[in-house]
Nanobody, 124 residues
Framework: QVELVESGGGSVHTGGSLRLSCAAS????????MGWFRQAPGKEREVVAT????????YYADSVKGRFTISQDNAKNRLSLQMNNLKPDDTAMYYC?????????????????WGQGTQVTVSS
């Protein structure tokens, strides 16, 4: 049973930084897609960044390019999201997710594995 547990959320001011982490357990596949989604109140859940574990290719939503960096540590089964120059529009619940198969950019929506989420709040 795959389990994803996020940590690292919090509250910062505009321009601040946060680093989110996702600890994955129960993963046996060598190649799969992992990523981060976010959902703000009243808005749909959207993919923020993905990484193809085993290959390394990444995807970023246009709204976070140049500010966010997704990375993986296979030895520790950990996924991270470094968020710099945060803006109030980045305020949302952030979710770690994983699924077999390839990452498909903005259309990726895993059906199987989700974390519980961690809140990020950016104030002006």
């Amino acid at each position: 049973q795959v389990e994803l547990v996020e940590s690292g959320g919090g509250s910062v001011h505009t321009g601040g930084s946060l680093r989110l982490s996702c600890a994955a357990s129960g993963v046996t596949a060598r190649r799969y897609c992992m990523g981060w989604f976010r959902q703000a109140p009243g808005k749909e859940r959207e993919v923020v960044a993905t990484i193809y574990v085993g290959g390394g290719s990444t995807y970023y939503a246009d709204s976070v390019k140049g500010r966010f960096t997704i990375s993986q540590d296979n030895a520790k089964n950990r996924l991270s999201l470094q968020m710099n120059n945060l803006k109030p529009d980045d305020t949302a619940m952030y979710y770690c997710a994983a699924d077999g198969g390839f990452c498909t950019g903005r259309s990726w929506y895993p059906r199987n594995y989700w974390g519980q989420g961690t809140q990020v709040t950016v104030s002006s």
